[in-house]
């Protein structure tokens, strides 16, 4: 982002160049002081969107608080009085703002030039309101110049107030990038969506960038000749590094689009962090080479980019280092029909320490040995833990653990093992060479070294609920079933609200099935299982009509695809209190699932979740 700090000690002749080169460097021609009114001005329009959304979330937490308590082991008769809003305005802002797609329905379908290109999807209408408040805004900061002056003085002034925007709206560009990212758990928000606004304000930071060299770039070439710029870009380090963060940021943008996003993710992944260091980079020094105002918010941006790295790497060294070794993984390729979607590898790490499970949680896993240094978010399907074996006295010694040689009698620590297992569809990448190479082990199984880093979510608590409808499709079950087990523990135990749950879900063929077997098996043996949980499940490509049998009134089976909007009608007229609806699976069933609770939110208390991961 260049602008030269010191003065060209070769005059031109030319007075009209003469009268340009003090707008060629320096602060000449910037005004500070409403830049930093601009700023103060962005800053409280952000803070404001925070509060209205805390406040919003603070409300809801409240009102799921007291109906949660209010419900508890409560007759339906009684939960009746949750089935309902009490007012008809907040119904309609779900329906017509925070659940809305930007048109009618499609939001996180994604547009396929073909089955290899994919050109991403589109924001919410809620996301769409504050994506083009928050651009125009900048827009209107950019464009407010004194057009008074002459010329010169107004593109220093632009060039000025560019470079100054570009380093403000840095911060929120890395605070949104954060898996750390405070705000996910302050205000209920999921990651998926700070990093929709993450990629919108990328491109926001690049643009404002580039005018702000391009504004450097007029006034020296009117001043000096091209002949004359270039030679002060390739002197003086405070414009070399201002043009490195500037062609960084402008290498990002070229490479961040969908199709290339989608194409060559991996590759992205590790230009795009390179990319960005070189960037953060070029500006830090460019800033301090030119003693610019405003440099400590570069400061800043490296702070919190480097505090959410080393957070991540504590996670990394908390989970899978312990006093008993490091994190062991299994992987166990299973059967499929041939179809690539249909294979999968059943993964299982044993983690060093204790993990603390909660449902619909995610994790990024790091396998080196089938992808170096590359790591990807998968839903936590299930976690359970097993009491940990004592070692001899010495060896206890030995670890430093605490023990005492008072005598037998003196009462052992309590010490658990946890297991927590994911489900990873083969696709491309690392999920099939993982697949490929547990497939061709004769058993099927293999164990490598692995590392895992999380738990990230989970902030969504269904406890409240008196009904809970879980939609699924393919790998999306990983997200619900946990969700399940909690909710029947929760109901058996008399600590959640739930009295009737709905599974949704939707396969290929009875070949999936096999990939929550073990867990959907001790589900299936709860004793309250039969009177609260309902599971219906659509064979969309099954090989013959005997394997769409239906074995009970509670587990049903029907071929072709689920409707969501005939189950949903069906289930609001079967609630029982409030209602809960998530959703995760593929970008066209969410969407149809989103569609459907629209259609009746006027008509009860409902509230929808879509988890899903778009990049």
Same mark, same amino acid.
């Given at each position: 982002m260049p602008a030269t700090s010191s003065p060209d000690t070769t005059a031109p002749e030319d007075p009209a160049k003469m009268a340009v080169m003090p707008y060629t460097h320096g602060l000449t021609g910037v005004d500070l002081a409403l830049d930093q009114k601009l700023t103060n001005a962005l800053w409280l329009s952000i803070t404001l969107l925070l509060l209205v959304i805390l406040v919003g979330r603070f409300g809801q937490m409240a009102n799921a608080h007291l109906r949660h308590l209010l419900n508890l082991n409560a007759a339906p008769k009684r939960a009746a009085y949750w089935e309902t809003d009490k007012t008809t305005i907040w119904p309609k802002l779900k329906k017509n703002l925070l659940y809305a797609p930007l048109n009618k329905k499609r939001h996180n379908k994604e547009f396929m030039l073909s089955s290899a290109l994919n050109v991403g999807t589109l924001p919410s209408r809620l996301h769409t309101a504050i994506l083009l408040a928050y651009v125009l805004s900048n827009i209107a900061y950019c464009a407010w110049l004194d057009y008074q002056k002459p010329r010169a003085a107004t593109i220093a002034e632009l060039r000025g107030r560019t470079g100054h925007m570009a380093m403000v709206n840095m911060?929120?560009?890395?605070?949104?990038?954060?898996?750390?990212?405070?705000?996910?758990?302050?205000?209920?928000?999921?990651?998926?969506?700070?990093n929709l606004f993450h990629r919108w304000i990328g491109r926001l930071v690049v643009i404002e960038a580039i005018v702000h060299t391009i504004a450097w770039a007029i006034n020296a070439h009117a001043a000096k000749g091209s002949q004359g710029a270039l030679e002060a870009i390739r002197t003086k380090p405070f414009l070399g590094y201002g043009l490195l963060g500037t062609i960084a940021m402008s290498l990002i943008l070229i490479q961040s689009p969908s199709v290339l996003r989608h194409a060559f993710y991996e590759t992205f992944l590790h230009c795009h962090q390179v990319l960005a260091l070189a960037s953060i980079i070029g500006v830090w020094i460019h800033c301090n080479l030119g003693h610019l105002p405003g440099s400590s918010y570069i400061h800043w941006v490296f702070a919190l980019w480097m505090l959410d790295r080393a957070a991540r790497l504590f996670r990394i060294i908390y989970r899978n280092i312990?006093?008993?070794?490091?994190?062991?993984?299994?992987?166990?390729? !299973? @059967?499929?029909?041939?179809?690539?979607?249909?294979?999968?590898?059943? /993964?299982?790490?044993?983690?060093? %320490? *204790?993990?603390? +499970?909660?449902?619909?949680?995610?994790?990024?896993?790091? !396998? @080196?040995s089938v992808s170096f240094w590359m790591n990807h978010?998968?839903? /936590?399907?299930?976690?359970?833990? %097993? *009491?940990?074996? +004592?070692?001899?006295?010495?060896?206890?010694?030995?670890?430093?653990?605490?023990?005492?040689?008072?005598?037998?009698?003196?009462?052992?620590?309590?010490?658990?093992?946890?297991?927590?297992?994911?489900?990873?569809?083969?696709?491309?990448?690392?999920?099939?060479?993982?697949?490929n190479k547990a497939r061709a082990s004769p058993t099927?199984?293999?164990?490598?070294?692995?590392?895992?880093?999380?738990?990230?979510?989970?902030?969504?608590?269904?406890?409240?609920?008196?009904?809970?409808?879980?939609?699924?499709?393919?790998?999306?079950?990983?997200?619900?079933?946990g969700h399940i087990r909690d909710l029947l523990i929760g109901n058996m135990e008399g600590t959640t609200a739930t009295q009737k749950i709905v599974l949704i879900w939707t396969v290929k063929n009875t070949e999936t099935l096999e990939?929550?077997?073990?867990?959907?098996?001790?589900?299936?043996?709860?004793?309250?299982?039969?009177?609260?949980?309902?599971?219906?499940?659509?064979?969309?490509?099954?090989?013959?009509?005997?394997?769409?049998?239906?074995?009970?009134?509670?587990?049903?089976?029907?071929?072709?695809?689920?409707?969501?909007?005939v189950s949903m009608e069906k289930e609001m007229e079967e609630r029982i209190g409030a209602m809960a609806v998530t959703v995760c699976g593929p970008g066209a069933f969410g969407d149809d699932v989103r569609a459907a609770v629209r259609g009746v939110v006027d008509y009860g208390t409902v509230d929808f979740i879509e988890e899903g991961f778009t990049w």
């Open positions: 911060v929120p560009l890395v605070v949104l990038a954060g898996r750390n990212n405070p705000f996910i758990y302050l205000l209920r928000v999921s990651f998926d969506t700070y312990g006093w008993r070794g490091m994190t062991k993984v299994t992987v166990e390729a !299973l @059967p499929g029909a041939g179809d690539g979607h249909l294979e999968a590898c059943r /993964v299982s790490f044993e983690l060093a %320490r *204790p993990w603390r +499970y909660t449902p619909g949680t995610h994790a990024y896993v790091y !396998l @080196p978010p998968f839903s /936590v399907a299930w976690s359970d833990s %097993r *009491p940990t074996p +004592y070692l001899s006295l010495e060896k206890e010694i030995e670890a430093g653990l605490p023990t005492s040689r008072s005598g037998l009698d003196s009462p052992k620590l309590e010490r658990e093992t946890t297991t927590i297992h994911l489900v990873m569809a083969k696709r491309t990448g690392m999920t099939a060479a993982l697949y099927g199984i293999i164990t490598m070294f692995g590392l895992i880093e999380g738990p990230y979510g989970g902030n969504d608590s269904l406890h409240s609920y008196g009904t809970v409808v879980l939609f699924a499709a393919g790998i999306g079950i990983t997200h619900q079933i990939w929550i077997r073990p867990w959907m098996d001790q589900v299936l043996a709860l004793p309250n299982r039969k009177q609260v949980l309902k599971v219906m499940l659509f064979v969309t490509r099954p090989r013959s009509a005997r394997e769409v049998v239906s074995r009970s009134e509670t587990v049903l089976m029907f071929p072709g695809r689920c409707n969501p909007k």
